[in-house]
């Protein structure tokens, strides 16, 4: 059995070809592209994104599952499968939203908070088989909290304000060098501006035992934390848990660690990328089937 699996977000996709012949033979073949969204990209684009993983992973499956931010409602989950159909000989085709490949990936069967913190943010309860309750996500512009778009979006401002200290702004001004008609030009007038303000993640990350930096992720993480999980019940949050998905998190594993701590919520995991934990839920259940 050959299946495809993607785990697509704002910035670049995932992809993985599983060859399942028998439960001692294993086979996995990846590519990672650009990000591919069918509520943000056209057909056009797409296809040419499609053509470049029918290259590297061939062109006929027995399963595709394709995992995407933005496929929040059937009519744009149909237009993904379409896509992949047009592009692929496979007959089980489904397009799914990042937040099921996030919950699959972090929390398996069991049940549990589900929480993506990348270029953006989600969030959902996964009751062991699929999502029964799902944050609202507005995007980067009136939500997103806890994605790099928010932890950026304030440093920017507090640099070009002139509130972020000193040698921060040296710093940040050797690196990047922007002035401040190029940051209103990528932010009004460039395209994806939420993946360029994201894009400066790094800078935080280099820069993360600065006073001003450390001070800059607790008080972002405090009001997400307030704002994302305030819908989710006591025992949801302290005896099921949350698992954390996403480059942000990743990053800030230390800090995410200290502030459920002090609220008395129970961690379960934080991966940078769900794939391998998805592709680990397809192993586990095409083993057991044979078994």
Known sequence: MKILIADAGASK???VKLIINNS???????????????????????????????????????KIRFFGTG???PIIANRMETLLSEMFTCRDIKAEGDMSGAASAVLGKQPGIACIMGTGSNSCHYN?????RKSVSLGYLLDDQGGGVAFCRRLLSDVYKNLAPEEIINKFQ???NLSVGEVVDHLYRQPSPNRWIASFMPFITENITHPY????IESQLVEFFDREFSSYS??????????????VADELSDALTKELQKRNWKLRTIVRKPLPGIVGQFKKFHIQSEN
């Open 13 to 15: 996709t995932d992809w």
């Open 24 to 62: 001692s033979e294993l086979q996995e073949e990846h590519y990672t592209g650009i990000g591919v969204s069918p509520l943000h990209h056209d057909s056009d684009m797409i296809e040419e994104e499609l053509r470049l993983v029918r290259v590297a992973l061939g062109d006929s499956f027995d």
């Open 71 to 73: 496929i929040g409602n």
């Open 128 to 132: 062991g088989t699929t999502i029964d």
């Open 174 to 176: 050797d690196k990047y």
């Open 213 to 216: 930096i450390n001070s800059l």
């Open 234 to 247: 006591d025992k949801e949050l302290q005896e099921e848990g949350i698992g954390f998905v996403g480059s």
